[in-house]
């Protein structure tokens, strides 16, 4: 079956500038989650939703970031006034539940600030 | 203390020789355990669960030490391919009625050499 699809693969943007990333996860799965990883870095965790609903925003690292899941499935994470540090690989999983399930993962959407 | 830790590496290890790692975690109400392999500018892919009876697929084996806190992977025969950061997966439970989230460690560097 599919797995967790993302675009753009690939975004390249100007400094100050907004960017949405999306997600589309495993039909069926209500857990979905947003990291990012820089290059050599390890995941650093950002969201978590279940269903549409996202108790956990505790990885967002400033008020620029955002996102939101519409109808249990598609997310889109918006980043405004984009700054450099925020290039990184922006990596979208999802679970069939939440908590103990294993991750699957998308293959990432690379981001790119000038 | 992070919540999970592991030997960044790298482990160099020739073709066809063994090498095993750890990766030592700090809640001791963890549930599920896992680990995942991550190949350069790629996503996370779920190598294996780990069992609290241990468990092998092929010629990698995964075991738990519930009571020093601690999980193992063990890789025999080591082949060219299966050079990657491996990432050491751990839920953490938040709350007492949470299914807590999983918590990734930082990886460590595995580089099977001819």
């Known amino acids: 079956g599919a797995g967790v699809s993302q675009s753009p693969s690939n975004k390249v943007t100007e400094k100050g500038k907004d960017v949405e990333l999306r997600c589309d996860p495993i039909?069926?799965?209500?857990?979905l989650y947003w990291y990012r990883q820089s290059l050599g870095q390890g995941l650093e965790f950002l969201i978590y939703?279940?269903?549409?609903?996202?108790?956990?925003k505790s990885g967002l690292p400033s008020d620029r970031f955002s996102a939101e899941r519409t109808g249990g499935s598609v997310s889109t994470l918006t980043i405004q006034r984009t700054q450099q540090e925020d290039s990184a690989v922006y990596l979208c999983?999802?679970?069939?539940?939440?908590?103990?399930?294993?991750?699957?993962f998308g293959p990432g959407t690379r981001l790119t600030v000038l | 203390r992070k919540e999970v830790e592991q030997d960044p590496g790298p482990f160099n290890v020739p073709e066809g020789a063994t090498v095993a790692f750890n990766c030592t975690y700090s809640n001791s109400a963890s549930q599920s355990f896992f680990w995942y392999r991550q190949d350069c500018r790629k996503e996370p892919k779920l190598l294996m669960s780990?069992?609290?009876s241990g468990n092998e697929d092929g010629r990698f084996t995964a075991q738990l030490n519930r009571a020093s806190q601690y999980i193992s992977l063990l890789i025999r025969d080591s082949k060219l391919s299966d050079s990657a950061t491996y990432l050491c997966?751990?839920?953490?439970?938040?709350?007492?009625?949470?299914?807590?989230?999983?918590?990734f460690g930082a990886g460590t560097q595995v580089v099977v050499t001819p």
């Open positions: 999983a999802s679970s069939w539940t939440s908590g103990r399930d294993e991750q699957f």
């Open positions: 780990v069992y609290s």
């Open positions: 039909s069926g799965h209500t857990a």
């Open positions: 997966v751990v839920n953490v439970i938040m709350t007492t009625d949470s299914w807590g989230k999983l918590q």
């Open positions: 939703f279940q269903g549409n609903s996202a108790p956990d």
